[in-house]
């Protein structure tokens, strides 16, 4: 059960404190919508799962308050989760098509975070590549903003994209050492030029829509499978997967789908994008291991992997 909140569209980005305040108000109705569906009672749960990181503070304050107070007043264990981490764990929810083995390399891709990870099992990860400024996902963001189309414009990007020609402007995000990324220059690029052109024609952006989507796109994902594609080189580990909101993205998941000598996987649609069950599955593989949390716990809005 998944709360989306439409506050932000209208100011073009996440508001923090309008975040937190929509935490607040779904929290409960969510809970009960997600009991009821799932046709169960609070007595059938064996923990409490809940992010205790990365993230907004407000936000994860919303859910460690409410989570913390869920476990104590029914006696349930208490498992803090890494969101981070989930997003690569919803892998092996267990309705996805396909499961990886170990290890595996994961491209983690969402609007805060850009990372290579290695992960020899549930429990550990090695971060080999990160962005050094914006995520992947932010890069879209932000690039859809200046294209004039609302939060978040990732989606939007990646539906007109498909409809436009990824080499009729060139873009380009800048090449790093081995395995980072940095999307900044891109972002200034893109300004530059969009500058230019409607300096000329006001419609330019209008007329050139979804070859501009298309281009973006392309520099975008340009970049990410560089450095995935070195890394996979260097490591020899072929299994590969991807997580987080960008792996949402069509262009991606075709680019995913074209290398044949990798063993690809990309978690079901609903999967990608941030949902309960990666923080749930998450804390299952706490669960069976007796790792609990402690009410002690305060969240940590950079907590790395
Ligand atoms: O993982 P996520 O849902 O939330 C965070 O943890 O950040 O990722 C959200 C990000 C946003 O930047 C959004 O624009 C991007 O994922 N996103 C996409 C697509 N769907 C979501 N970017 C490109 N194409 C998509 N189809
Ligand atoms: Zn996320």
Redesign the pocket.
Known sequence: MIATQDVHAEYGGVVPELASRAHLQNIIPVLNAALAQAKIKMEDIDAIGYTNGP?LMGALLVGSSFAKGLALGNAKPLIEVN??KA?ILAHFIEDNTSIPDFPFICLT?????TQLVRLKDYYTFEIMGSTIDD????A??KA?KMLGLP?????L???YAKEGDENAFIFNAGKLEKYNYSFSGLKTGILYFLRKEVAKDPDFIKKNLNNLCASI?KA?LDSLFYQLERLVEDTGIKRVAV??????????RKRLAEKKDWETYIPKFEY????GAMIAISAYFDFIKDKQGKLSAIPNPRMKI
């Open positions: 993230g969101h981070m997003h891709v969402s609007g805060g975070h995520a992947a996902g932010e879209f963001d859809a939060y978040p414009g990732g989606p990007i990646d539906k796109q975008i997580a987080g909101g960008v792996s949402a993205n069509s262009g991606l990608c994008t941030d949902n």
